[in-house]
């Protein structure tokens, strides 16, 4: 294993830490026979393994890093899984499954990247009728997120808070310890020095605005 991938492994790990919330949300489901999932913005799939560890389902996962797929994909092989797992290399803006294909569509950490109120409108045509949508966002504009829930065609099932200090001790305590680790074995790898120095930026900006490092999962059914 290279020093990158035993960093990117590490990360993984630290991830992981907070899928006891994928856990938590799941289990605000009924239960659903072998459903439909799409994850959308996969990564490495650290969480969309978790889901498949809750039920027995089919899961698409999509993404456009082709590296964290290539991993996430060694990952679904290695579990003996592909039998209802595969990766997707697609933009989420380039979706074009056939209507009504999933019972359930999962996002944790992606929707900003369409925005929370047009992931909920684009996403729905490609749920089942009360399918479910679970949304793992930022927290910013809390109220204004639960009044679009409605008018973009969902009913709120249920929402949980992880606040300031789950993501400090949670995610940044363990991957400042993994950065120090790694970081005397970067020296000739710019790769992977690029790479904690992204990570170490990101802890710097939660010590500078601690109160803005909240998240909210949002589980809703379509409506
Ligand atoms: C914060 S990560 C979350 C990954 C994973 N869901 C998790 O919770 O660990 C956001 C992910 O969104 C993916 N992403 C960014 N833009 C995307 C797009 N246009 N379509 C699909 N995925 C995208 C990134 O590659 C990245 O894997």
Request: with cysteine.
């Amino acid at each position: 294993m290279t020093t990158l991938e035993k960093f990117e492994s590490g990360k993984d790990l630290v991830r992981a830490r907070l899928c006891k919330f994928t856990k938590k949300a799941f289990k605000l489901l009924p239960r659903i026979d072998r459903p439909a999932i799409l994850d959308v913005g996969c990564g490495s799939g650290v969480s969309t393994m978790e889901l498949a560890k809750l039920c027995d389902g089919r899961i698409v996962a999509l993404d456009i890093d082709e590296r964290a797929l290539a991993r996430f994909d060694a990952k679904i092989k290695k579990a003996g899984l592909s039998h209802r797992m595969r990766t997707l290399r697609r933009s989420m803006v380039d979706m074009d499954f056939p209507e009504q294909s999933f019972d359930i569509i999962w996002s944790e950490g992606s929707i900003y990247v369409v925005g929370f109120e047009k992931g909920l409108r684009d996403w729905a045509r490609f749920l089942k009728p009360n399918g479910f949508l679970v949304v793992h966002d930022e927290t910013g504009n809390l109220q204004e997120k639960l009044r679009k829930i409605s008018s973009c065609g969902y009913d709120l099932i249920d929402y949980f808070i992880l606040d300031q200090d789950v993501w400090w001790n949670e995610y940044c305590v363990p991957l400042q310890k993994l950065i120090d680790e790694m970081r005397p074995q970067c020296a000739n790898d710019p790769e992977l020095l690029a790479l904690i120095d992204r990570n170490q930026r990101e802890i710097d900006m939660f010590k500078v605005t601690p109160e803005q490092y909240h998240s909210t999962c949002f589980i809703m059914r379509k409506q």
